[in-house]
């Protein structure tokens, strides 16, 4: 079992910045986790926003997000995070982190089915 929070999440107007972090807790090696950032506008399905592997040394992004957001994982304090520069309007979305254990390749960490563990969601609002 793996819980989730995150927090950081905000209004924010655009062109700005906002880092968000997601905590976990867990009985099994946090490592054998993928650590995954998806979103969720309204009216629309769950999408892939950033994913990184066991120790952080690789990571993926959607295009619409490549160049400006990073996720990074600290797995001594059994965190991820999600630092989010040059904000756009359409990234206005409630921001969830997942953790998965499929393996880092043929992208089945884009695949929301794959991830068995969610957090709650924090908002991001983008401002004109």
């Known amino acids: 079992q793996v819980q989730l929070v995150e927090s950081g999440g905000g209004l924010v107007q655009s062109g700005g910045s906002l880092k968000l972090s997601c905590a976990a807790s867990?009985?099994?090696?946090?490592?054998?986790?993928?650590l995954g950032w998806f979103r969720q506008a309204p009216g629309k399905e769950r999408e892939f926003v950033a994913a990184?592997?066991?120790?952080?040394?690789?990571?993926e992004y959607s295009e619409s997000v490549k160049g400006r957001f990073a996720i990074s994982r600290d797995n001594g304090e059994r965190m991820v995070h999600l630092q989010m520069n040059n904000l756009k309007l359409e990234d206005t979305a409630v921001y969830y982190c997942?953790?998965?254990?499929?393996?880092?390749?043929?992208?089945?960490?884009?695949?929301?089915?794959?991830?068995?563990?969610w957090g709650q969601g924090t908002q991001v609002t983008v401002s004109s």
């Open positions: 990184t592997n066991w120790n952080g040394g690789v990571s």
């Open positions: 997942g953790a998965t254990s499929v393996a880092f390749y043929d992208d089945e960490f884009r695949r929301v089915a794959n991830y068995d563990y």
């Open positions: 867990t009985t099994n090696t946090f490592t054998s986790y993928v």
